[in-house]
């Protein structure tokens, strides 16, 4: 008989009730659903964060670019002229401007170069996550003035 009641202690004491994984699984619940909106705002912000670096990133290879060939890159020669030479550049043109290549914005969208841009020589532009003109928050858009 006590040989019995030993093993029915063990075994009761050896897994969960289905309360107490109930239990943790609200706390669970709950702890997510306070740090998950919280943890997800952050990440539109460091995609806003990248763009920022990125463009700034842009702005000194222009500067090197105009350094080494005179003037920036035309509007139809775009941001591209950082990385192949175009013909109107000559053999002034020491390049390439940029490591890896012309990368897109964090959302995946072509970054937009004009020349002349709106309030200086250029602007570089992104149109922020929803790819539209003006906005506010995470859809702001992005721009190098």
């Keep these: 008989m006590?040989?019995?009641?030993?093993?029915?202690?063990?075994?009761?004491?050896?897994?969960?009730?289905?309360?107490e994984l109930l239990v943790v699984i609200v706390i669970i619940g709950l702890l997510a659903a306070y740090v998950g909106p919280k943890y997800f705002s952050q990440l539109g912000k460091s995609e806003v964060t990248v763009a920022k670096a990125q463009?700034?990133?842009?702005?000194?290879?222009l500067d090197t670019y105009?350094?080494?060939?005179?003037?920036?890159?035309?509007?139809?020669?775009?941001?591209?002229?950082?990385?192949?030479?175009?013909p109107s550049a000559g053999a002034k043109w020491n390049g390439p401007y940029l490591k890896k290549g012309v990368p897109q914005d964090p959302w995946g969208r072509v970054y937009q170069y004009r020349s002349p841009g709106?309030?200086?020589?250029?602007?570089?532009?992104?149109?922020?996550k929803d790819g539209q003109p003006g906005g506010t928050g995470d859809n702001a858009d992005i721009s190098s003035q």
């Design 2 to 19: 006590y040989a019995v009641m030993k093993q029915n202690r063990t075994q009761r004491t050896r897994g969960f009730t289905l309360l």
């Design 66 to 86: 105009r350094l080494d060939v005179g003037r920036y890159p035309s509007a139809e020669e775009g941001l591209g002229a950082l990385m192949t030479a175009p």
């Design 55 to 61: 463009i700034e990133a842009f702005d000194k290879s």
């Design 118 to 128: 709106s309030k200086a020589e250029y602007e570089i532009l992104s149109l922020g």
